[in-house]
């Protein structure tokens, strides 16, 4: 890791990832805003023929349990970036908070795999839209993940 406190990560535009991590081949890096994110990315996605974004982080030394398997707050901030980048396009780029975000953890994710995960919006209302996501190691799923966000300024 680098010697960067997240103190120094703020500034004008995107923020510089905590580490340098080489992108899973087909991936991207994705632009980060919120230092949090920032401090545990880096994040890539990749969009597939039909539009479909997929998101994916690969899992290092700061993202894993004693045991070396993911923590799931890890997985949990991935989830709500991408359900919330999911939120964010179906409401033509307008602002969105999470309301709630509720995930099932269905395997163990270890130290060097990378988690891709595939989120779209399900429903929306002017006010609030639904979000779904899968996650998955290769072609294992590890967890799925639903969430409400809340456009900001809509009633």
């Known amino acids: 890791m680098t010697e960067t406190s997240p103190k120094n990560l703020r500034g ?55 045991d070396g398997t993911v923590h799931e707050g890890m997985m949990l901030t991935f989830a709500d970036a991408f359900l919330g980048g999911a939120a964010w396009r179906a409401k033509g780029d307008r602002p969105c908070v999470t309301l709630s975000l509720q995930a099932s953890v269905l395997a163990d994710a270890k130290l060097g795999d990378v988690v891709t995960c595939r989120a779209k919006a399900d429903h929306q209302t002017r006010a609030i839209v639904f979000v779904s996501a899968s996650f998955w190691v290769g072609d294992d799923k590890v967890m799925t993940a639903t969430s409400l966000f809340k456009v900001l300024g809509e009633r």
């Open 12 to 66: 004008p535009g995107p923020l510089k990832p905590f580490i340098d991590a080489a992108a899973p081949e087909g991936f991207t890096p994705v632009e980060l805003f919120d230092p949090f994110e920032a401090f545990v990315g880096p994040f890539f996605e990749r969009i597939e023929e039909d539009g479909t974004r997929v998101a994916a982080f690969r899992i290092d030394e700061r993202h894993v349990r004693e």
